[in-house]
């Protein structure tokens, strides 16, 4: 979701090169690189000043000829999801927030916002992150624990109606995600949904993030959560976006990364895993596919991906930061591609 403490200036690292971290979590030697990385929307140009202090999180489907942009914007009030459309992904309408925030003492007092919706027909089922506490004002970013939490509309672009009396997961202490279970890509397999979502617990002062999976059968019941998680917490990975590939049959899992340096910890890259198989990953199989190096406007961070298939290519959809600050704040929203069909890499960093 937002990586936490990381809301101080530092210096402006080489992430892309670098060899190691300062506290040993694991670089990725091979690239994917995506190319024409560009700025498509820009912080403060939402409605009201909804996006005033930033936008992030983008979350893109197609339906019915449409793109559905859902993104973080960070406005008067906190953190909400806001909806921009588009025919051609180059013109956006903003429409502004889509949803707003609890009462106090609710879920999502705090926030609501990142996202992800899935059609079973007659129903969209949004899910979205629920914070009860934020940053002090105007900042206001969410802070931990964060929840997973659910709404639903007859059309892609809303309105939503939020549905108060489900609860698809929680936190819980002793887990791997006793600190953040937040919703991520679902992905319909047989008759089961698997959603590949995000999950964070402390290990003393350290939130050690990664990815798991929740199952269910009923979009308007529980879901069930793994175990254990995919991918191991020391990868420091958050939010998912899926592809397949049919040329190859090959699963990519698209995530944005948090690296460290002396100034704190930030979302530095977005990474890429590829399997065979939905269910099973191998954290050796990951490789860069965005960092400063291929994203020319962006001074230091990359932040969360939704990717979506356009003709022959694939169109990867992040948030990123034109300054050198390590915050959550000031980012704006970017497009770049990916050429299909899609093949693991092989060219290292």
């Known amino acids: 979701m937002y990586a936490a403490g990381a809301d101080t200036d530092s210096a402006w690292g080489d992430s892309s090169a670098r060899k190691s971290y300062p506290d040993g979590r694991p670089v990725a030697t091979l690239r994917l690189n995506a190319f024409d990385a560009i700025p498509i929307i820009r912080h403060g140009s939402g409605p009201n000043r ?46 502004g927030p889509v949803l707003n925030l609890g009462a106090p003492g609710e879920d999502d007092a705090g926030t609501a916002t990142s996202p992800w919706t899935v059609f079973d027909s007659p129903w969209w089922h949004m899910f979205y992150v629920g914070s009860r506490t934020t940053t002090p004002p105007p900042n206001r970013i969410p802070a931990v624990p964060y929840f997973t939490l659910a709404a639903r509309s007859r059309h892609p672009g809303g309105p939503w109606i939020k549905q108060r009396n489900v609860v698809p997961f929680r936190t819980r202490p002793g ?154 704040m000031g980012r704006d929203i970017g497009l770049a591609w990916l050429q299909l069909p899609l093949s693991p890499p092989s060219r290292t960093v």
């Not at 859902?70 to 956006?92: K, M, N, Q």
């Open 50 to 95: 909804c996006d005033y202090l930033g936008a992030r999180e983008a979350i893109c489907f197609q339906a019915s000829g449409t793109y559905y942009l859902y993104y973080d914007g960070a406005g008067p009030t906190g953190w909400r999801a806001c909806l921009a459309t588009s025919t051609d992904l180059h013109h956006w309408n903003l429409k």
């Open 175 to 328: 887990t791997y995600y006793a600190d953040t279970a937040s919703p991520g890509q679902i992905v319909r397999q047989g008759n089961e949904y698997l959603m590949f979502f995000s999950a964070a617990a402390y290990h003393g002062k350290q939130l050690k993030r990664t990815l798991s999976i929740a199952r269910t059968k009923d979009l308007d019941g529980a879901w069930l959560l793994d175990p254990e998680p995919i991918l191991p917490p020391d990868q420091q990975i958050e939010n998912s976006a899926l592809y397949f590939e049919p040329s190859n049959s090959t699963w990519f899992l698209f995530t944005n990364h948090i690296g460290i340096d002396d100034g704190g910890e930030y979302t530095d890259s977005i990474w890429v895993y590829w399997s065979k198989n939905l269910e099973t990953w191998d954290a050796e199989k990951r490789a860069v596919v965005l960092d400063r190096t291929n994203c020319p406007w962006s001074s230091r961070c990359i932040g969360m991906p939704s990717v979506v298939k356009v003709k022959k290519r694939l169109t990867l959809f992040y948030d990123a930061s034109t300054t050198t600050l390590s915050n959550n």
